[in-house]
């Protein structure tokens, strides 16, 4: 049998198009599901504190009705919310019902406080970001007026702020993925790109430890990252270094933590030597780069390595000589532990994170100003963070940070 609520529903809904029936159908059962959850949460605070009563054996923490109606804004558009209400002033303050899953002053899912850094770096401007939200979120989206746009950008310029000022005294990190980001938004002066560090703790999780603007990705610009790191505590550098051998950050990373070994990215090495090449060829001479850097020995990659060079020195030698320039420093992977090899031999932990927002075209005059910018780029970085796997084999970070030495992979015992 039909259930007589599903004929109203259907009844109400007739006439409209395909796509709008969708629409209310998700947002109902969203907000069916939200009612759910609301309700368990409630009930399970009730449960814990069922055995406190008054004296008349009256409990003290009890429903109380529901909160006054609010919409919050979601992906599905506006979402319309009865909130269940305790009576539990009999508690301490610390002890109080306070909603996990809809915390009180909610209005907009996270989802949608990140479509307005993903828009701007796309250049829409704060003033036609209320059209562009709700031709996303649909005509009643509420609260995201260009008012509230710039109310919440000054807010995460302030979160910026505090962020590039917390202290790493007592942090030590044993691997940094670099890059250089360009994005279609002016920046101040000559500052031309974001400048990213992320790093691997002693446990293996990863995190953002720097997001700044630089001059073309130039050695002073990273040299002043670096010195900042050092200035706040961070006073031993990580082991190993990730990034593409393009970047001045090498030679900063040299004088701040001359300690650390350096890897070039494969990723990014493959595309330089392969632009150097024919289109003909690059299929084959792709398949000669993927065995060095898939070889389960050093020995194995650097027979690779110079079976390439052999190959097409004469034919193709500006490609070779790519190849050629940073020889040590594309094998410096095997020097470490064999379950971290995934991560280190190229940048893809921190490509993928700005995936959706990098550009690699030339720069436009775009909207934004420089600390606009970062802050987006910033707010952005942290979401993604969220996502961040930790490394496997993160059991042998310690040994690596002990300084034990490791060869194709393997951990080496110490001579009795």
């Given at each position: 049998?039909?259930?007589?609520?599903?004929?109203?529903?259907?009844?109400?809904?007739?006439?409209?198009?395909?796509?709008?029936?969708l629409?209310?159908?998700?947002?109902?059962?969203?907000?069916?599901?939200?009612?759910?959850?609301?309700?368990?949460?409630?009930?399970?605070?009730?449960?814990?504190?069922?055995?406190?009563t008054?004296?008349?054996?009256?409990?003290?923490?009890?429903?109380?009705?529901?909160?006054?109606?609010?919409?919050?804004?979601?992906g599905?558009?506006?979402?319309?919310?009865?909130?269940?209400?305790?009576?539990?002033?009999?508690?301490?303050?610390?002890?109080?019902?306070s909603?996990?899953?809809?915390?009180?002053?909610?209005?907009?899912?996270?989802?949608?406080?990140?479509?307005?850094?993903i828009?701007?770096?796309?250049?829409?401007?704060?003033?036609?970001?209320?059209?562009?939200?709700?031709?996303?979120?649909?005509?009643?989206?509420?609260?995201?007026?260009?008012?509230?746009?710039?109310?919440?950008?000054?807010?995460?310029e302030q979160?910026?702020?505090?962020?590039?000022?917390?202290?790493?005294e007592?942090?030590?990190?044993?691997?940094?993925?670099?890059?250089?980001?360009?994005?279609?938004?002016?920046?101040?002066?000559?500052?031309?790109?974001i400048?990213?560090?992320?790093?691997?703790?002693?446990?293996?999780?990863?995190?953002?430890?720097?997001?700044?603007?630089?001059?073309?990705?130039?050695?002073a610009?990273?040299?002043?990252?670096?010195?900042?790191?050092?200035?706040?505590?961070?006073?031993?550098?990580?082991?190993?270094?990730?990034?593409?051998g393009?970047?001045g950050?090498?030679?900063?990373?040299?004088?701040?933590?001359?300690?650390?070994?350096?890897?070039?990215?494969?990723?990014?090495?493959?595309?330089?030597?392969l632009?150097?090449?024919?289109?003909?060829?690059?299929?084959?001479?792709?398949?000669?780069?993927?065995e060095?850097?898939?070889a389960?020995?050093?020995?194995?990659?650097?027979?690779?390595?110079?079976?390439?060079?052999?190959?097409?020195?004469?034919?193709?030698?500006?490609?070779?000589?790519?190849?050629?320039?940073?020889?040590?420093?594309?094998?410096?992977?095997?020097?470490?532990?064999?379950?971290?090899?995934v991560?280190?031999?190229?940048?893809?932990?921190?490509?993928?994170?700005?995936?959706?927002v990098?550009?690699?075209?030339?720069?436009?005059?775009?909207?934004?100003?420089?600390?606009?910018?970062?802050?987006?780029?910033?707010?952005?970085a942290?979401?993604?963070?969220?996502?961040?796997?930790?490394?496997?084999?993160?059991?042998?970070?310690?040994?690596?940070?002990?300084?034990r030495?490791?060869?194709?992979?393997?951990?080496?015992?110490?001579a009795?």
């Amino acid at each position: 049998m039909r259930n007589p609520q599903d004929r109203s529903t259907i009844s109400e809904l007739q006439g409209n198009t395909p796509g709008d029936v969708l629409e209310e159908l998700a947002r109902r059962g969203a907000r069916q599901l939200l009612a759910q959850a609301l309700e368990a949460e409630v009930a399970e605070h009730l449960e814990e504190h069922r055995n406190l009563t008054d004296e008349e054996g009256r409990r003290l923490v009890v429903r109380n009705g529901h909160l006054p109606e609010r919409e919050l804004v979601t992906g599905i558009g506006p979402l319309k919310v009865h909130q269940p209400r305790i009576d539990d002033r009999a508690l301490d303050q610390e002890q109080r019902f306070s909603s996990q899953i809809l915390p009180r002053y909610l209005r907009r899912v996270p989802s949608v406080d990140n479509l307005i850094p993903i828009l701007y770096l796309k250049g829409i401007s704060t003033g036609d970001m209320s059209g562009a939200l709700a031709s996303i979120l649909g005509p009643g989206a509420a609260g995201l007026s260009a008012s509230n746009v710039v109310r919440l950008k000054t807010l995460w310029e302030q979160d910026y702020a505090a962020w590039g000022a917390r202290d790493f005294e007592l942090k030590r990190y044993v691997y940094f993925w670099v890059d250089g980001i360009h994005f279609n938004v002016r920046l101040e002066g000559e500052r031309s790109c974001i400048l990213v560090i992320m790093a691997a703790d002693e446990s293996g999780r990863k995190e953002l430890l720097a997001v700044s603007d630089g001059y073309a990705e130039s050695k002073a610009s990273w040299r002043e990252i670096l010195l900042d790191l050092k200035r706040r505590g961070l006073k031993i550098g990580p082991k190993l270094a990730v990034g593409d051998g393009a970047l001045g950050f090498w030679a900063a990373l040299r004088e701040v933590y001359p300690e650390c070994r350096e890897q070039r990215c494969w990723v990014h090495k493959t595309v330089n030597v392969l632009d150097k090449m024919p289109k003909s060829v690059q299929g084959k001479a792709k398949g000669m780069l993927h065995e060095m850097w898939q070889a389960p020995t050093k020995e194995k990659a650097l027979a690779a390595y110079e079976h390439f060079v052999n190959s097409w020195q004469e034919k193709y030698p500006k490609a070779v000589d790519c190849l050629r320039v940073d020889k040590e420093e594309l094998f410096a992977f095997y020097d470490f532990p064999a379950t971290h090899w995934v991560h280190i031999r190229t940048t893809n932990p921190i490509e993928s994170t700005y995936a959706t927002v990098r550009l690699r075209t030339k720069k436009t005059k775009g909207c934004g100003s420089r600390m606009a910018t970062l802050t987006m780029v910033f707010k952005l970085a942290l979401e993604a963070e969220k996502t961040w796997r930790r490394l496997t084999g993160h059991k042998h970070i310690e040994l690596v940070m002990q300084g034990r030495r490791f060869v194709d992979g393997e951990l080496q015992e110490a001579a009795a």
